[in-house]
T-cell receptor
């Protein structure tokens, strides 16, 4: 158990819908990262937040957005869902200011878009 | 752009065979290096990491990796694999200037019993 929690574990929805994925980082970790893992694209970095502020953006679509709240939990919002958005979405956290950048991963949310 | 290259996408070995998975990166400055493992149906877990010091790093489950700065490489090794090592292995590099990890594409390792 990494200490990172994600909810829900599974999500099944229809095209065009909007969903919210939630992540709670390890206690003390200020930085949260979101990743998408699919069979065809592999592991893709989406976005990073540090202490409530966006720090870096990766291959995140405009239909996707995220935020990190004052209690450091983060949400990833996916809208106008398409079949190709079906994937495993991981959240990771790190201390970032020390520890060399090791990221601790949550169990993931499996999103299925029908 | 910085990149991480894992040479083999799929590797199939028999139990007790020796393993070496290649990882090369393109950044020329100071880096922190990681190997993560993802067992079937599970999340990524840290296998080992290199920050500084001895370039031969030992991780969990008998894995080790060697950082060769002149070759920009951080290859993962295990002298004798087990069926339970079947998993996907990811190499990742963090530049000293930021805290983003640049990920390799992963290598799927299948161990035949």
């Amino acid at each position: 158990d990494s200490g990172v929690t994600q909810t829900p574990k599974h999500l099944i929805t229809a095209t065009g819908q909007r969903v919210t994925l939630r992540c709670s980082p390890r206690s003390g970790d200020l930085s949260v990262y979101w990743y998408q893992q699919s069979l065809d694209q592999g592991l893709q970095f989406l976005i990073q937040y540090y202490n409530g502020e966006e720090r870096a953006k990766g291959n995140i679509l405009e239909r996707f957005s995220a935020q990190q709240f004052p209690d450091l939990h983060s949400e990833l919002n996916l809208s106008s869902l398409e079949l190709g958005d079906s994937a495993l979405y991981f959240c990771a956290s790190s201390v970032m200011t020390s520890g060399g950048g090791e990221q601790f991963f949550g169990p993931g949310t499996r999103l299925t878009v029908l | 752009a910085q990149s991480v290259s894992q040479h083999n996408h799929h590797v199939i070995l028999s139990e007790a065979a020796s393993l070496e998975l290649g990882c090369n990166y393109s950044y020329g400055g100071t880096v922190n290096l990681f190997w993560y493992v993802q067992y079937p149906g599970q999340h990524l877990q840290l296998l080992l990491k290199y920050f500084s010091g001895d370039p031969l790093v030992k991780g969990i489950k008998g894995f080790e990796a060697e950082f060769i700065k002149s070759k920009f490489s951080f290859n993962l090794r295990k002298p004798s694999v087990q069926w339970s090592d079947t998993a996907e292995y990811f190499c990742a590099v963090m530049q000293d200037s930021n805290y983003q990890l640049i990920w390799g594409a992963g290598t799927k390792l299948i161990i035949k019993p």
